[in-house]
Nanobody, 117 residues
């Protein structure tokens, strides 16, 4: 049983920063893609950032230059550093990871990020 556990969400003022972490536990060797999605009230879940096993990142246009995704393969952990936060970044952020060999997708339980204006 593989679990992804997120941490680091919270309430921050506009312009502030937060760092999200997502750690995997259970019987997993490694992950291929790891990423962060978010879902705001009344909106569809969207991919915010993803990173390949070799560390190549991709970002949705709205967070480029403000968010940085990184990972530690030895710890099966992915991070999302969020700077210059805006009220429109308010959402539940979900960690996602694809197991390396079977390509099984896993999801975290979500962590709330609220940015006040």
């Amino acid at each position: 049983q593989v679990q992804l556990v997120e941490s680091g969400g919270g309430l921050v003022q506009a312009g502030g920063s937060l760092r999200l972490s997502c750690a995997a536990s259970g019987s997993v060797f490694s992950f291929n893609f790891m990423g962060w999605y978010r879902q705001a009230p009344g909106k569809q879940r969207e991919l915010v950032a993803a990173i390949t096993r070799d560390g190549s990142p991709n970002y949705v246009d709205s967070v480029k230059g403000r968010f940085t995704i990184s990972r530690d393969n030895a710890k099966n952990t992915v991070y999302l550093q969020m700077n210059s936060l805006k009220p429109e970044d308010t959402a539940v952020y979900y960690c996602n990871a694809e197991e390396l060999f079977l390509h099984t997708p896993y999801w975290g339980q979500g962590t709330q990020v609220t940015v006040s204006s």
